[in-house]
């Protein structure tokens, strides 16, 4: 007997496959932190929360804000305008994360 994984179990399979074979994305957070940004293009934080959290339950903001930090830091995600009230565009996007954006959108009910 096969059985069906949900677009949320396929999801969470990928990425921890990601994380294994990854220094900079070695958390699952923040591979999908990063495969979120990059389907939405252009996100502020509560948007990349909501739909962090429709994934994996409750994200404590600190922990977002530190992982959001981390791929800034190193080129995968950059800030796209001001400190108050910033966006976040993905700037590089591995394609192993890329590969992650179907089921990424239809685990969040996007269609794909």
């Known amino acids: ?3 069906m994984l949900t677009a949320k179990e396929r999801l969470l399979k990928r990425v921890d496959k990601v994380v294994t074979e990854s220094t ?3 958390n699952q957070l923040r591979v999908l ?4 940004i990059a389907l939405r293009r252009e996100v502020y934080w509560y948007e990349v929360k909501e739909a962090l959290e429709r994934l994996v339950g409750p994200v404590n903001p600190n ?3 530190f992982h959001i930090n981390k791929l800034i830091e ?3 995600v950059k800030r796209a305008r001001p400190q108050r009230s910033p966006r976040y565009v993905a700037e ?3 394609d192993k994360v890329q590969e992650l954006l179907d089921d990424l959108k239809e685990a969040l009910g996007e269609g794909k």
């Open 74 to 76: 190193v080129g995968y």
């Open 63 to 65: 922990t977002l804000a």
């Open 92 to 94: 590089k996007i591995p």
């Open 1 to 3: 007997m096969v059985l």
């Open 24 to 26: 900079t994305l070695a």
């Open 33 to 36: 932190i990063l495969a979120i």
